[in-house]
């Protein structure tokens, strides 16, 4: 079990399992599912197509390609790093918060299609418990991601700064 300290919502042993056994399958795929699940995302979420202007977004762009088999990478990365989750995902809540500057409400759509194309390519594997397991550690790598947005609410994940007041 990790100890992170964003999230309140960590895989069990068995959905950990279960996470890391569907990888298997996404492993060999991963720019083709990746790039669906964005192609997917920016239509039906037509407003999340901003944060990727200077990318080429057409379903069969190598910019796609690429940038999908990038995100289900550091997913992949993720899942089998689990118990380092934070320190493997560190540089990301700046890129994603401060550069690109990702609303916390445009995660879910990434979340949900990505669960989409998974089901749909996956649908066997795919039952109730893997799709408990799979949202669970979406959402785990979504909050911190978003760390630097919740944290400028729950004070957690930053450091104290020096009270100069005094
Ligand atoms: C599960 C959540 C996510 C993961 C694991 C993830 C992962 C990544 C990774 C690994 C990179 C490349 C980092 C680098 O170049 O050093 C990246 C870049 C990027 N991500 Fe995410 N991301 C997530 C969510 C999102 C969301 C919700 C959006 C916007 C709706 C987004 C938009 C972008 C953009 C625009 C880039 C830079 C593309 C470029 O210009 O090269 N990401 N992401």
């Known amino acids: 079990m990790m100890s992170g300290s964003g999230s309140q919502l960590q895989l069990q042993d068995r959905e950990k399992a279960l996470v890391l056994g569907l990888w298997e399958k996404i492993a060999p795929q991963t720019e083709t599912l990746g790039a669906e699940v964005l192609s997917r995302m920016i239509r039906v979420f037509p407003e999340t197509r901003a944060y990727f202007g200077k990318l080429d977004m057409i379903p069969t762009s190598s910019d796609l390609q690429t940038q999908g088999g990038i995100l289900l990478e550091a997913l992949g990365d993720a899942i089998k790093n689990y118990v380092n989750l ?4 560190t540089t990301l809540p700046e890129l994603h918060m401060k550069t690109i500057s990702v609303i916390h409400e445009h995660h879910m759509p990434v979340l949900l299609c990505i669960q989409i194309v998974l089901a749909s390519h996956f649908p066997s594997d795919f039952n ?3 799709n408990i397991s ?3 550690f979406l959402k785990e790598v979504a909050d911190i991601i978003s760390e630097h947005q919740n944290s400028s609410k729950s004070g ?3 450091p104290t700064p020096p009270d100069d007041s005094v």
């Open 128 to 130: 109730t418990k893997m």
């Open 86 to 89: 934070h320190e493997l995902l």
């Open 156 to 158: 957690e994940c930053e």
């Open 134 to 136: 799979w949202t669970k």
